[in-house]
């Protein structure tokens, strides 16, 4: 089997726990014919952006140095490494002298978000509810010239229609569940869906408990039925085609029986079993894997 995720918080926490950290090694490619991993430069609230986008950066080049992943292009998701590309989490905590097209163009950021759950000043997250700002603007359309593809994920629902009216591209969740399912300011209300699938966009279903079911599952079962009421939600809204994984692993609580990618194997074929391999496979790969060879 194959996979695409197109969220772990792994750079993050490598950068701020060098000595525990051993995902890559501890979670061997073994067992996948294909793998792609979208890798975000997490830039925490309470931190120095820059310098943290520094850092996860300069690891990031050391992981690809060190051949445990290479740098996605078309052809590298087939074979035995890790296909890798960055993306942004919180933008707004960069100086304002890197919120520019060269910038994200020089170092090959896929998708970009505003903000992470708050304030800053390119927009309000979605506990906070700010608006898109005008330097928030500027910001989009610098995306647009280098290429990188706004991530409502953490946007508030405000930010998410201001958005929708100013810019007329796709856009994606690299990180998010549906909110009729569980209502959650992270998740996402089924209008919000449609009009991202509309654009073509891509919704990356998320593993951290708090966000999948209300009751944290305290089996394998459990977690699967929960995975499940989202999966059938995107699907009955028309997703099919823009279903992905969003895994969130690194920064947050994994679901019971899925701690780690080397769960994501048996929930394959949890996924085959209640929906069948055309999904299975959409959710798992070939969405992500045919969004990006069409967009980059
Ligand atoms: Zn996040």
Same mark, same amino acid.
Do not use: I
């Given at each position: 089997?194959?996979?695409? &995720?197109?969220?772990? &918080? /792994?750079?993050?926490? /490598? %950068?701020? !726990?060098?000595? =525990?950290? %051993?995902? *890559? =090694? %501890?979670?061997?490619? %073994?067992?996948?014919d294909g793998r792609i991993q979208a890798f975000a430069l997490f830039l925490s609230e309470d931190a120095d952006g820059?310098?943290?986008? &520094? /850092?996860?950066?300069?690891?990031? !080049?050391?992981?690809? +140095? =060190?051949?445990?992943?290479?740098?996605? &292009? =078309?052809?590298?998701?087939?074979?035995n490494k890790t296909a890798a590309f960055l993306t942004i989490e919180n /933008?707004?905590? *960069?100086?304002? #002298?890197?919120?520019?097209?060269?910038?994200?163009?020089?170092h090959g950021i896929r998708f970009a978000s505003l903000t992470w759950n708050g304030e800053n000043p390119l927009a309000g997250g979605c506990e906070t509810g700010g608006p898109i700002r005008e330097a928030g603007f500027h910001f989009v359309k610098a995306m647009r010239e280098a290429g990188t593809i706004p991530d409502v994920s953490h946007l508030s629902e405000k930010g998410f229609y201001q958005l929708a009216d100013a810019y007329d591209g796709v856009f994606v969740a690299t990180h998010s569940n549906a909110a009729s399912v569980l209502p959650h300011k992270r998740n996402l209300s089924d209008d919000q869906l449609k009009i991202l699938f509309a654009r073509g966009g891509l919704v990356g279903l998320n593993l951290h408990a708090p966000f999948v079911s209300e009751k944290t599952p305290c089996s394998r079962k459990e977690s699967i039925e929960a995975l499940n009421r989202h999966l059938k939600h995107l699907l009955d809204l028309g997703g099919a085609e823009h279903l992905a994984l969003?895994? +969130?692993? #690194?920064?947050?609580t994994p679901l019971f029986g899925l701690s780690g990618v080397k769960d994501l194997a048996i929930y394959y074929d949890d996924v085959l079993k209640y929906f069948g391999t055309a999904v299975a496979d959409r959710l798992f790969y070939d969405n992500v894997s045919e969004f990006l060879s069409r967009r980059f």
């Open positions: 089997m194959r996979y695409a &995720d197109l969220h772990c &918080d /792994a750079l993050w926490r /490598a %950068s701020l !726990h060098p000595e =525990e950290f %051993s995902r *890559l =090694e %501890s979670e061997p490619f %073994s067992g996948f820059n310098a943290l986008f &520094d /850092a996860q950066l300069a690891l990031f !080049h050391r992981w690809l +140095d =060190e051949g445990n992943l290479t740098l996605w &292009d =078309e052809k590298n998701g087939k074979y /933008a707004g905590k *960069l100086s304002h #002298d890197r919120w520019n097209a060269e910038f994200l163009w020089k969003g895994c +969130d692993y #690194d920064g947050g």
